[in-house]
């Protein structure tokens, strides 16, 4: 079996001030057809489970083009066009293949295109045609379209979140494409839409107990796949918000009972899912009650993995300014002030300007005297299933009694290493503040003593229902007023299938 593998990816926040153009991807992991390293990169999940399995089955694997950048605002038709021109132009030389396996995101915006998962799936399915099995892994942060059910025979995301099963589910993928390319199964699709965004951190109750279910009914009465997409707010698109996704083994009916009832469930369970997000002062004064550390505050609205520049400076001034101490931040992302930090050289005492440089939404910059404690050239930081993570240079100084990382590759906080590696000793700290949504969790909850996710200004806000959409279907839970009582799942029906 000939086998074609390549990935285009990023998370659009089609709010967030900086535009994606080719350097970004260029910057978080662009590889040319057959260059991609041997270990995983975030959307390189079905490559990389299909380099497991080919040799094995015998199975020719070409890879083509994986690309993905960090995210940030909407992607520059330049770079979409270029990139998705590069990855179809690999697949066409690649033919004739029996097996297409796509790393997606599934929720990339670009300008002129609002689906542009939809737009290369359907493309890739023009090319190869109806009989070649086309799949994809997904993030949960997606919008899941119509296009893109229609235009593929398997649709996979991650169910964890934080995301560490990117190989689990890329493994899945391959054997439910496989099996359709035997012949084994015939994979039908139900999507439900939720008609609400929600978080699903399945760190907690009542998500935890949630997927493991969903999980239980896969493979069994033929449910061969489940997706939950909890959909991502910031991204101002008509198909935005929380789906569920079921392919059964050729029972249509089964499939959108089961997509509708588990969407019913969602909807429920909605008050509980979602995050409770105080103001800065109030889980500053909620940490402090703790009483013993390290409390971790997670920044969400200044996350750069939901597209905000990773450089707001609203809770470091308020830490300063309340005269709290041996607290840790990061990472910062600002080039210069790491720069600045390289020329005086680890020791030196010096004042710094840090963050608050992209726009309004980062804040005030801070005027320190720091010092300078430690410094690292091309620093990788463990990131989601134990994927490397480019850091650049990065710096550790010290201002007021608080260690604050500052780095030059724009990334939010996943391993506590992006601290440890520079010497700043976290379990020691009271109180440590990352950037970032909930990614952090899967390493950082092994030293907390307790989580608090911070309500602070940001280009990814939390209160979502302050941003000003244009594009989305509503009404929509939270961001309108609908009581439960009228949000009922809407079936989704891909253009090729019928009631």
């Known amino acids: 079996m000939r086998v074609f593998s390549g990935s285009l990816a990023t998370e659009t926040n089609t709010f967030a001030p900086m535009p994606t153009g080719l350097a970004s991807f260029k910057d978080r992991g662009y590889f040319p057809a057959g260059q991609h390293p041997k270990e995983l990169t975030f959307f390189s999940g079905p490559l990389c489970a299909a380099r497991e399995v080919a040799p094995g089955k015998g199975w020719t694997l070409i890879e083509g083009m994986v690309a993905g950048a960090q995210?940030?605002?909407?992607?520059?038709?330049?770079?979409?066009?270029?990139?998705?021109?590069?990855?179809?132009?690999?697949?066409?030389?690649?033919l004739p293949v029996d097996m297409v396996l796509l790393g997606l995101h599934g929720?990339?915006?670009?300008?002129?295109?609002?689906?542009?998962?939809?737009?290369?799936?359907?493309?890739v399915r023009a090319m190869v045609g109806p009989k070649v099995v086309v799949g994809a892994e997904?993030?949960?942060?997606?919008?899941?379209?119509?296009a893109m059910v229609d235009n593929a025979d398997v649709l996979v995301s991650m169910k964890e979140y934080p995301h560490t099963d990117v190989m689990e589910r890329a493994r899945e993928l391959v054997a439910l494409c496989?099996?359709?390319?035997?012949?084994?199964?015939?994979?039908?699709?139900?999507?439900?839409?939720?008609?609400?965004?929600?978080?699903?951190?399945?760190?907690?109750?009542?998500?935890?107990?949630?997927?493991?279910?969903?999980?239980?009914?896969?493979?069994?009465?033929?449910?061969?796949?489940?997706?939950?997409?909890?959909?991502?707010?910031?991204?101002?698109?008509?198909?935005?918000?929380?789906?569920?996704?079921?392919?059964?083994?050729?029972?249509?009916?089964?499939?959108?009972?089961?997509?509708?009832?588990l969407a019913a469930e969602m909807i429920a369970m909605r008050d509980q899912l979602a995050v409770r997000y105080p103001d800065?002062?109030?889980?500053?004064?909620?940490?402090?009650?703790?009483?013993?550390?390290?409390?971790?505050?997670?920044?969400?609205?200044?996350?750069?993995?939901?597209?905000?520049?990773?450089?707001?400076?609203?809770?470091?001034?308020?830490?300063?300014?309340?005269?709290?101490?041996?607290?840790?931040?990061?990472?910062?992302?600002d080039p210069i002030a790491v720069r600045i930090a390289f020329e005086a050289g680890a020791g030196a005492q010096l004042a710094l300007r840090i963050g608050g440089k992209i726009g309004p939404l980062s804040g005030q910059p801070l005027d320190l005297q720091c010092t300078v404690k430690a410094l690292r050239h091309d620093m990788v930081m463990t990131g989601l299933a134990g994927a490397p993570t480019d850091m650049g240079d990065c710096a550790l100084v010290e201002a007021n009694g608080i260690e604050i990382v500052l780095v030059s590759t724009r990334n939010q906080a996943l391993g506590t290493d992006v601290f440890t590696q520079l010497g700043c000793d976290l379990e020691s700290k009271s109180f440590i503040v990352v950037k970032s949504a909930q990614h952090f969790h899967a390493s950082f909850s092994k030293i907390a003593s307790q989580v608090i996710y911070v309500g602070a200004p940001g280009a990814a806000t939390p209160h979502t229902a302050t941003l000003p959409y244009r594009k989305i279907r509503r009404p929509r839970w939270p961001l309108d007023d609908v009581s439960s009582a009228v949000l009922l799942p809407l079936v989704q029906r891909p253009a090729t299938h019928t009631l």
């Open 107 to 123: 929720a990339m915006v670009a300008d002129g295109y609002d689906d542009c998962e939809g737009d290369v799936l359907a493309r």
């Open 138 to 146: 997904l993030d949960p942060h997606m919008h899941l379209t119509p």
């Open 71 to 94: 995210p940030s605002g909407t992607v520059t038709r330049e770079a979409y066009e270029r990139l998705r021109e590069e990855l179809l132009a690999d697949l066409r030389g690649a």
């Open 280 to 333: 800065i002062d109030t889980a500053l004064d909620e940490a402090m009650a703790v009483g013993r550390g390290p409390v971790v505050l997670a920044d969400r609205a200044d996350n750069p993995g939901s597209g905000a520049p990773g450089d707001s400076t609203f809770i470091l001034r308020r830490l300063i300014e309340r005269g709290i101490t041996n607290a840790a931040i990061g990472p910062m992302w």
């Open 178 to 261: 496989e099996a359709k390319a035997q012949g084994r199964t015939h994979p039908v699709a139900a999507l439900a839409d939720c008609r609400m965004v929600v978080p699903i951190h399945t760190t907690r109750e009542p998500a935890r107990s949630f997927i493991d279910r969903v999980q239980a009914l896969e493979g069994h009465d033929g449910v061969l796949s489940i997706s939950i997409g909890q959909g991502f707010a910031h991204g101002d698109v008509p198909e935005m918000g929380s789906k569920v996704l079921v392919y059964t083994d050729g029972d249509q009916r089964q499939a959108d009972a089961l997509a509708m009832q």
